[in-house]
């Protein structure tokens, strides 16, 4: 029987908005199934409003990985997706293909759009596509023009809105002793999301999950405005790393009006299901002010 703690369903405020964030997926090889089949029983528990998917569908960019990385996003609830590409899912070593089609299956099987923009009652999510197939295959990069595209679809939304980017590659390292490279040129992307008002960024690629704020690692010049960092481990495949290694998992984020929480669950083999671990909530500094 599948247990969540009570107090973890309880949301952090009345109505609130309630995002499934799941990550690095990995069909092929790493895929562990009994872990796919529990995240698939436990999403339509939680009663998200929306389920993001931060990359890495797939292992190897094949197209029968890609199938069955489509064939689990459609057993998930039926609510509105934001899914966007991962490192892992432009090819390796295709090198003709990555070269000059490197989202080919990706777009022909899961989705045309690499930078999404899911708008929803209470927020507008902006998906942005940080693999860079030409350049560096793992670290990730995100353009000017990408970030002008950002600005334009948070232009003119409500202040009460939530404003959430969803990147694969992470722009703050995670806070232990891997030490991971972040994406070049994270600093001015970041600048950017705070003059913008982000209120969170979600993303995947470091295969274990961190939940913080930017202003432990960028000074900025508004430090009144520091931008939730939620970072989803492996929800479905045995790649974790550091303090995850060997383990999955996945996010609820809740949008309140004034609040936002993000309930971390992991894996247990022992009970064969996802758990509640941590609940982390912080105060939507950028519609206060």
């Known amino acids: ?38 995240a698939l ?27 069955a990385a489509k064939a689990f996003l459609l057993q998930l609830p039926k609510v509105p ?24 299956r ?35 990069r995100i353009d000017k023009w990408q970030l002008d595209a950002c600005e334009e679809a948070f232009r003119g939304v ?42 969170i960024i979600l993303g995947g690629h470091l295969h274990r999950a961190f939940i913080g704020n930017s202003l432990d690692f960028y000074s900025g010049f508004h430090r009144d405005r520091g931008i939730i960092c939620a970072q989803c481990g492996t929800t479905t495949s045995r790649r974790g790393r550091g303090r995850e290694c060997e383990k999955n998992s996945l996010n609820l984020v809740e949008v309140g009006r004034h609040f936002i929480s993000i309930i971390h669950y992991i894996y247990f083999h022992q009970t064969g299901e996802f758990e509640a671990m941590s609940r982390h909530t912080f105060r939507r500094q950028a519609f206060d002010n």
């Not at 002793?177 to 040129?185: E, F, G, Q, T, V």
């Open 1 to 38: 029987m599948l247990h969540v703690p009570f107090p973890y369903l309880i949301p952090s405020e009345v109505d609130s908005l309630r995002l499934l964030h799941i990550s690095d997926l990995h069909f092929g090889p790493p895929y562990v199934e009994v872990v796919g089949e529990a």
């Open 41 to 67: 029983r436990i999403a339509p528990l939680l009663k998200p409003d929306a389920v993001i998917v931060s990359g890495d569908l797939t292992q190897r960019a094949e197209r029968d990985q890609f199938l």
């Open 81 to 104: 997706q934001l899914v966007i590409p991962g490192n892992h899912d432009v090819p390796l070593y295709r090198l003709y293909e990555r070269w000059h089609r490197p989202h080919r």
């Open 106 to 140: 990706y777009q022909q099987i899961i989705s045309e759009e690499l930078n999404p923009v899911l708008r929803l009652d209470r927020a507008v999510i902006v998906g942005l596509d940080s693999t860079a197939p030409r350049t560096a295959i793992s670290n990730g």
């Open 158 to 199: 409500p202040a009460d809105h939530a404003r959430i980017v969803v990147a694969h590659h992470h722009f703050t390292p995670a806070p232990d002793y891997l030490r991971d490279s972040i994406m070049p040129k994270a600093k001015r992307s970041m600048e950017r999301f705070v003059d913008l008002r982000v209120d």
